[in-house]
């Protein structure tokens, strides 16, 4: 179905159930009570977790496939972020062309430094691509301030033109961002026993397009040109050997993924319409490819949960204070706990960084695969009674 | 003309930082071919180092003046430094003054220790991986030691003065016969200049002229030949990843007055000292000295206001500029060694 096998279309049936259900998942515990607070179903942070998801998903193709480290990804994101405020400032508040032309612009960007950058390989790739993205972000906050506006950012305002939409709403405000007049903002509350669900149309906007572009990624994994990015990283000089030129195929491969960056952006913008410089730094790259090699670089599903894992720890993790930890150890005697709070509070709370980077070392050293790898491993414990032949798994890590 | 000798100073005291980093990225990757990202951390750990210094100095204990009073009329508390129990209160007053330059005392065997723990520690099982790997196993690391740093130090930048003989400006005018204060400098980055060009010319000796260092040099050149000849080249390579270690922590303690420390230095100078490095050809130590100096003089050229009028925001962009034109058309670098990490 669809043009895919059987096994990958279970896993999009999962990325499926799993995004349009998200905001019931991640708010299980009921509305007012204490742990309320690790609820994520609210729309701004889901929103965060898919659009995330496709922009690791679409590093993946670049860095999975053919193992070319980009350490400037983000620049593409914020150059999509820049092309939709600027649709909406002057041609309407409808996302749709502005995530056209955010997609379009990041396209044409990431072409002209791909171009550039994909003459060498290797550390060169990654300081090239850094390069252009530090020139990106430093000229975006300081010479291009007309067209990027600086240090405070492309903001919308009551006096753009917006041909074809409203300059400003009938009260003078600026108008939202809407989809045929669907504002991204809207939500509709759902109210179940003391449970509390918020339905986002931005969310489930934003959803689809993971979808998609998921639904994209499989098809690129499994096709002939993925194979041919696949003997990229494996040995690129035998390829060339058997007369093929791999060069096409990695501008290829960093366009498509230049886009899905785009995309992100676009996204992003529709959500929130303004676009901040900051977005381009190359700390933001590092955070792409944290999210990549967390989850699984290679595989299908991991940059999706390296996306959310880290957006939820930023966002969540991030507020377990001390009294929440003494709390949850109150059943300890009291010196016990004490000492117990004091081990584990500098690795919560505004620590979860720290605990991130642990973690992150701890991936890259033991499994090479991300998480994926060891969700892999696990189960392949629990079951050891077919061993090698259920391995040609979709999601197996590549080399 | 005056303008022009101006800027060169100021490019120098930047361009030695950024050649000593440099050193220390090449040392590691010359002799261990392992791409550090964590350099940048070590830099910072210097300047850390630095800050505790001071901060340990300065631990005093309150004792009551009885000959003032604060503002509720009650004898004055005053915080009076252990350290002048010692030494008495004119011994001790200098020490603090001096307390960046006594770092490097204490600073130059932690960091040795750091390099040591790194290699042996972690950075020993990444030989054989690509790398992409390494580059993202020390991207880590450097996350790790950014956060507990940050964890124990705060967020904000502490102040770190230099000693007081050194606040001022020295005026180059006159002795080259321009006007007075047409060319001043500060004393402090003379030191700097001074000190970096020491250690530079201290590391090149010790390469070029004991025992240790040919030993290091033809591994080097040769890793297996050596290896074969009955020399255990990685321990003397451990060692080597210890002085690039104590390298940068030095850069960075003695940075400390230049730029107040905060935990996320390390990753700006990272990033330009990766650019200095490839600009000057992986693996060629001459080659990032060169480039260091070469990149910090034109980052102050390109901020001159004439540069500037003519191109704006060329200041910003010079570095990465340069570096994307030498990667294409040179692509060993300046310097660069043939066969050292030719793709």
Known sequence: MLGIEKKDLRLLIIVIALTLLAPFILN????????????????????????????ATGFNILFGLTGYLSFGHAAFLGVGSYAAVWMFKLLSMNVLPA???????????????????????GIYFSILTLAFAQMSFVLAYSVLTPITGGETGLQLALDDPRIFGVSQTATGNIPVPALFGLEMRASYELEIGSWLFTLNAGYYLSALFLILSFYLAIRIFRSPFGMMLRAIKSNQTRMSYTGLNPRPYTLAAFVISGMYAGLAGGLMASMDPLAGAERMQWTASGEIVLMTILGGAGTLIGPVLGAGMIKYFENIFSKINESVLHGWFAFLPDGLENFVVAVIYPFVGRGWQLTLGIMFML??????????????????AFKRKKPEDAKPNATEPAE | MDQLILQILNGLDKGSAYALIALGLTLIFGTLGVVNFAHGALFMLGSFAA????????????????TRTDFLGNPLQVDVPYIYDLFGQTAGDVIIDWS??????????????????????????????????????????????????KYFYGANPIPTPAPDAFVGAFDFGVILGFEPNAISYPNWRLVYFFFSAFIIGGVFAFL????????????????ETVGILGIDIDKRFTIMFGIAAAVAGLAGVMYAPINSPNYQ????????????????????????????????ILESFASMSVVIDFLPGINQIIIYLVAIIILLTRPRGLMGRKGVMED
């Open chain 1, 28 to 55: 299980p515990f009921p509305e007012g009570s204490e742990m309320a607070q690790f609820n994520a179903g609210y729309p701004d942070l889901m929103q965060r977790f898919v659009i995330f998801g496709i922009l």
């Open chain 1, 99 to 121: 995530i056209i032309l955010s997609v379009i612009i990041a396209g044409l960007f990431s072409l002209v430094i791909g171009y550039i950058s994909l003459r060498r390989s």
């Open chain 2, 208 to 223: 070029q002229f004991t025992t240790f260092g040919m030993v290091v040099r033809a591994g080097m050149a040769d890793r």
């Open chain 1, 363 to 380: 991936v890259v050293i033991f499994l090479p695969g991300g998480l994926v790898q060891g969700g892999q491993k696990i189960a392949a």
């Open chain 2, 100 to 149: 960046v330059p006594i770092s490097i005392v204490f600073a130059t065997p932690f960091m040795v220790a750091i390099g040591f723990i790194m290699e042996r520690g972690l950075i020993k099982h990444f030989y054989k991986r690509p790398h992409a790997d390494q580059i993202l196993v020390t991207f880590g690391l450097a996350i790790v030691i950014q956060q507990i740093v």
């Open chain 2, 51 to 66: 800050v505790t210094v001071n901060k340990l100095l300065t631990i005093s204990k309150k004792v009551v003046d009885e």
């Open chain 2, 265 to 296: 230095m390390g990753m700006d100078f990272l990033v330009l000292s990766f650019v200095v490095v490839v600009v000057g050809g992986m693996g060629s130590l001459p080659g990032a000295v060169a480039a260091g100096f070469l990149l910090g």
